[in-house]
C-alpha cells in the first residue's frame, strides 16, 4: 500500500501498472499481481486485468496512513537525533512498531509536522481517535509557544554541541522559557537555531 501510495502521489490521475508494482518492489510480475488483487478484494483499490489499478478512497487514506508512520519517524531520526545512517530503511522498520497511541504522541512531540526532512508532505487524511494526556507528555523546544515554559529534560546531540549548549545554561533541570525574540534559560535570553531546539526535550510547565 505505501508503495501504490508513492505512485498515487506522483500523479494522482495516473493508472498504476502491474510492471511499475513488480519493478519498485523488486518482485515478479505474478508476484505483484497476486498482491494486487488480495488488496482489490479489501476494496483499496480498483484493478483491471492487463490494463492496470487506481487507489479508491479507502486505499488512498490507508496508504496515506503508512506514509504518514515513515515520515513521522524521518522525522524523529533525522531532526530530533540527528541520525545519519540510512533514515529511510530505519524508517520502515519503525513505522512497523508504531501503534495508533505512539503514532499520536509522536506526532505531538513533533508539533504535528507538515513535511519530512526532506520536504515531502506528511499525509494528513483523518485524525487518529486515541486519548492522550498532552499535559503529561514531553515536547520538543522548537514546538513550544510564545510565555510557555518547561524544565529541561533532555539534550539529544554529540558531547561536542551539548558541551556548547550547557555553557550557555541548557543544562537539563534548567527552566526554558520561550519568548517572542527567543529562548531564556534561567531568565537569561538566547538566540537559537530552530534545528537545534528540535533536540531539546521539555517537560512543559502547567
Known sequence: METLFEFWENDNDAIIRTGQVALSMNVSPASATEMIQRLASKE???YQPYKGLRLTT???EKGGRIKKRHRLAECLLIDVLGF???AHEAACLLEHALTDELE???DILL???THDPTGRPIPRYAE???ELEPTKMLLLAHTMEVGQSGILFSVAMLEDDRNLL???GFTPGNQIQRTINGIEVDGIA???DDALLKRLLIKPEH
Open 84 to 86: 545519519t545512517g540510512d
Open 44 to 46: 483499496l483499490l480498483d
Open 104 to 106: 499520536e504522541s509522536l
Open 58 to 60: 479507502k486505499g488512498i
Open 190 to 192: 538566547h538566540m537559537v
Open 111 to 113: 508539533g504535528r509536522p
Open 128 to 130: 487518529l481517535k486515541v
Open 166 to 168: 550547557e555553557s550557555m
